[in-house]
């Protein structure tokens, strides 16, 4: 079983920037895709970035060139930098790996 620890969330004005990681169990952590989400109130759950083992990236429109989602195998971590935060990117961010999920950070950007 994988366990994923989401961290890094918090307040921050539009404009602002934090890093998102996310820790993970387990010795498989290496070998798979690692994605982080997004999740909005009275919205769906949506795709932001995925990272593949060897690194291969790619994110949601809305996001390119202002998040960047990077991995650290060694440490079985998964990061995700985001720059020039937006009030529509206010939202409780998940980190999955396969049908894992961690338990989600808020991210709150406002004024």
């Known amino acids: 079983q994988v366990q994923l620890v989401e961290s890094g969330g918090g307040l921050v004005q539009p404009g602002g920037s934090l890093r998102l990681s996310c820790a993970a169990s387990?010795?498989?952590?290496?070998?798979?895709?690692m994605g982080w989400y997004r999740q909005a109130p009275g919205k769906q759950r949506e795709l932001v970035a995925r990272?593949?083992?060897?690194?291969?990236?790619n994110y949601a429109d809305s996001v390119k060139g202002r998040f960047t989602i990077s991995r650290d195998n060694a440490k079985n971590t998964v990061y995700l930098q985001m720059n020039s935060l937006k009030t529509e990117d206010a939202a409780v961010y998940y980190c999955?790996?396969?049908?894992?999920w961690g338990q989600g950070t808020q991210v709150t950007v406002s004024s």
């Open positions: 990272i593949t083992s060897g690194g291969g990236t």
């Open positions: 999955s790996c396969i049908i894992y």
């Open positions: 387990g010795s498989i952590f290496s070998i798979y895709a």
